[in-house]
């Protein structure tokens, strides 16, 4: 069974910066797609990043796109989540995500995709 579990997560100003940083037990992310999702509260969990493990292609939301970057790190076997300028919209709580199979950019957002999720990890941007 794969765990997931996030770290790195925490308080921080406008225009600051946190690195997230999701770990799994049981497999390596070799063959699947790993995402990072956000949930605020009152609204649905959304897609923020992906990335396909083997490719190493990537997938960013609009409202990320230039400030957060998805990364692999094949000697830990993790995914990190580099955000910067944060902003308080980003306020939420992330949860890291993996599929077993591969899935196209269409069924990203599908939260049903995705065979294992993180237990989740608080960001707060606030001044």
């Known amino acids: 069974q794969v765990q997931l579990v996030e770290s790195g997560g925490g308080s921080v100003r406008p225009g600051g910066s946190l690195r997230l940083s999701c770990s799994a037990s049981?497999?390596?992310?070799?063959?699947?797609?790993l995402a990072w999702f956000r949930r605020t509260p009152g609204k649905a969990r959304e897609l923020v990043a992906a990335?396909?493990?083997?490719?190493?292609?990537?997938h960013y939301a609009d409202a990320v796109k230039g400030r957060f970057t998805i990364s692999k790190d094949d000697v830990k076997n993790t995914v990190d989540l580099h955000m910067i300028n944060l902003q308080p919209d980003d306020t939420a709580v992330y949860y890291c995500?993996?599929?077993?199979?591969?899935?196209?950019?269409?069924?990203?957002?599908?939260?049903?995709?995705?065979?294992?999720w993180g237990q989740g990890i608080q960001v707060t941007v606030s001044s």
């Open positions: 049981g497999r390596t992310f070799n063959s699947s797609v």
């Open positions: 990335k396909w493990w083997l490719s190493g292609n990537t």
């Open positions: 995500a993996a599929s077993k199979r591969w899935i196209g950019v269409i069924e990203l957002v599908r939260e049903p995709e995705y065979d294992y």
